[in-house]
């Protein structure tokens, strides 16, 4: 009985140490550059909504998004990093045209405009799945407050064909989001 009480504490303070781990940014600075970027540990997966899951003999696919700070000598700039990662049998228009992909928080479509990073040694998170797509969307406080708050975050990303499929985060995705907002102290 006590090894098992030993246990089950340990396995929680094991899930709040890794959970915390995730929320904590990260902040890495890029040497060639001198530039300082802070983004999540792991970005944040959204899975197809339920209502999207495809036809009998399809795979899921998923999206992943994480915000991101760069620094450049105490001026930053924003943005939300996003890839997505198709089964094997569905294709996206790419991500990369203005109007594929719309994040909806709270029921509310956000226009997002593709932005260029700095061009840096290493992007801010590494691309998921080898054949997936990756892109950068403009940001700022307000929009990663917002997401910070918001009860629900999804990603609407056009199918070949325009149709959308809808991502949506769980609701864990919030507090990360929640931490990384208190912990830039936005």
């Not at 997401?147 to 949506?168: C, H, N, T, W």
């Not at 609701?171 to 830039?184: F, H, I, K, T, W």
Request: with cysteine; glycine share 8%.
């Amino acid at each position: 009985m006590q090894f098992s009480r030993f246990s089950s504490a340990a396995a929680l303070v094991l899930v709040a140490c890794s959970t915390q781990s995730s929320i904590k940014p990260a902040e890495v600075l890029d040497e060639r550059t001198g530039m300082t970027v802070e983004e999540l540990r792991k970005p944040i997966m959204l899975t197809q909504a339920a209502n999207n899951f495809p036809t009998q003999g399809k795979h899921i696919s998923f999206a992943y998004l994480g915000p991101v700070e760069w620094d450049r000598s105490g001026t930053p700039s924003y943005g939300l990093w996003v890839h997505v990662a198709p089964g094997n049998d569905w294709q996206f228009d790419s991500i990369r045209m203005q109007g594929t992909v719309t994040l909806v928080l709270d029921g509310a479509p956000v226009v997002l405009s593709t932005i260029d990073p700095p061009q840096l040694t290493h992007g801010a998170y590494q691309p998921i799945a080898s054949w997936g797509q990756t892109a950068y969307f403009g940001a700022d406080i307000p929009l990663l407050k917002r997401m910070a708050a918001s009860q629900s975050i999804e990603l609407d990303v056009k199918a070949e064909g325009g149709a959308p499929v809808r991502f949506a985060a769980s609701p864990a995705a919030r507090q990360a989001l929640a931490g990384y907002v208190a912990a830039q102290g936005y």
